[in-house]
T-cell receptor, first 113, second 111 residues
Framework: GAGVSQSPSNKVTEKGKDVELRCDPI?????LYWYRQSLGQGLEFLIYFQGNSAPDKSGLPSDRFSAERTGGSVSTLTIQRTQQEDSAVYLCASSPLAGETQYFGPGTRLLVL | GDSVTQMEGPVTLSEEAFLTINCTYTATGYPSLFWYVQYPGEGLQLLLK?????DKGSNKGFEATYRKETTSFHLEKGSVQVSDSAVYFC??????????FGAGTTVTVRA
């Protein structure tokens, strides 16, 4: 079946602009996660959604970062007033339920100039 | 907090060589342990996992055994191929749902 999809695959933006990254989880998966993969920090957790519960935002690095998940499916990660240190690959993953194996999308490579 | 330490790379091997990538962890609970692999130009894929002590995960000729006494989950393959060239990540999931990853080890296999 279809895996996790993310768009765009690459995004180049200027410092100070806002960007939106999209994730389509595997159909039927109730849990959705965002991670960031950067040269300096490795792979780090950002945010987690489970069904209709309040998301765990504990990994978001600043208040410029926000995410939403509409209808329990598609999720959008928004970065406002981008900075050069936001340059990274943003990975989305989903799992059938929380605590089960996470399946990753191909990622969005963000470059902030 | 939870953390994963894995062998630094890069690692360069010849085909049919034996591969070991060391991974140790620190966790407050009883974590599940994972190896993920990232092939060039592709996303993270689950390679294998183990959910409790002494479990052995295996896939595609790779194996790793969950060693609670040494808090380790070393990845091994007896005979690597060029197609095994990738970045390998050790990860743990503790009592919640977040994955904590090691820094990744780049493996290059030469023909």
């Amino acid at each position: 079946g279809a895996g996790v999809s993310q768009s765009p695959s690459n995004k180049v933006t200027e410092k100070g602009k806002d960007v939106e990254l999209r994730c389509d989880p595997i159909s039927g998966h109730t849990a959705l996660y965002w991670y960031r993969q950067s040269l300096g920090q490795g792979l780090e957790f950002l945010i987690y959604f489970q069904g209709n519960s309040a998301p765990d935002k504990s990994g978001l690095p600043s208040d410029r970062f926000s995410a939403e998940r509409t209808g329990g499916s598609v999720s959008t990660l928004t970065i406002q007033r981008t900075q050069q240190e936001d340059s990274a690959v943003y990975l989305c993953a989903s799992s059938p339920l929380a605590g089960e194996t996470q399946y990753f999308g191909p990622g969005t490579r963000l470059l902030v100039l | 907090g939870d953390s994963v330490t894995q062998m630094e790379g890069p690692v360069t091997l010849s085909e049919e060589a034996f591969l070991t990538i060391n991974c140790t962890y620190t966790a407050t609970g009883y974590p599940s342990l994972f190896w993920y692999v990232q092939y060039p130009g592709e996303g993270l894929q689950l390679l294998l996992k183990a959910t409790k002590a002494d479990d052995k995960g295996s896939n595609k000729g790779f194996e790793a055994t969950y060693r609670k006494e040494t808090t380790s989950f070393h990845l091994e393959k007896g005979s690597v191929q060029v197609s095994d060239s990738a970045v390998y990540f050790c990860a743990l999931r503790d009592n919640d749902y977040k994955l904590s990853f090691g820094a990744g080890t780049t493996v290059t296999v030469r023909a």
